[in-house]
């Protein structure tokens, strides 16, 4: 499948790997939650890069000690309305993750403005919208509403511009 960074399409060098099954000796490799719970001690001595599969299910708080050694999760939308990544997404931000967040299953360009602003860097697309599309997406939007960690580029949040012109504000007497 396709993977969108940086609006340029670049190749997906990550061996997925399942919950049971061998590991490859060599690469960067993709593992679920339980596999990293239940394999933690072989996974963090491994030379090469580590990357989570979270389900919608899987709580971002219990990953506090495992995020130092993570250099990629991914956090799928099962459906256009299901938002729990974008909470999770939002929470691993806040807890401190800077590797990459990838956006895996119904990844619509409607919702990659809104992916980027809460920490998604990397979004795996299909053949259904051609990239020129996923680059007009992802410049249709300059304005953000939430303000703080996510900011990119000139993105600006609605706020601030609206009030660009306001005099400070200043208490009022009380009326009474």
């Given at each position: 499948m396709p993977l969108l960074k940086n609006n340029v399409l670049v190749p997906d060098t990550w061996i997925n790997?399942?919950?049971e099954g061998e590991l490859p000796a060599t690469g960067d490799v993709i593992v679920p939650f339980a596999r990293l719970l239940k394999d933690w001690g072989e996974l963090s001595k491994r030379k090469t890069r580590l990357g989570l599969r979270l389900s919608n299910t899987d709580r971002p708080e219990a990953l506090g000690?495992?995020?130092p050694g993570l250099s990629l999760i991914v956090l799928p939308f099962p459906a256009f309305n299901d938002g729990r990544?974008?909470?999770?997404?939002r929470a691993l931000r806040e807890m401190g993750y800077r590797?990459?967040?990838?956006?895996?299953?119904n990844v619509l360009p409607d919702q990659?403005?809104?992916m980027l602003q809460v920490g998604f860097?990397?979004?795996?697309?299909?053949?259904?919208?051609?990239?020129?599309?996923?680059q007009q997406s992802s410049r249709q939007?300059?304005?953000?509403?939430?303000?703080?960690l996510f900011r990119r580029g000139?993105?600006?949040?609605i706020w601030t511009e609206r009030h660009t012109d306001a005099e400070p504000w200043l208490e009022q007497p009380h009326a009474g």
């Open positions: 790997v399942e919950a000690t495992f995020l990544a974008y909470s999770i997404a590797g990459e967040l990838r956006a895996t299953g990659l403005q809104f860097d990397a979004f795996e697309i299909g053949e259904r919208f051609p990239l020129e599309v996923w939007m300059s304005l953000a509403y939430q303000r703080g000139s993105e600006a949040e």
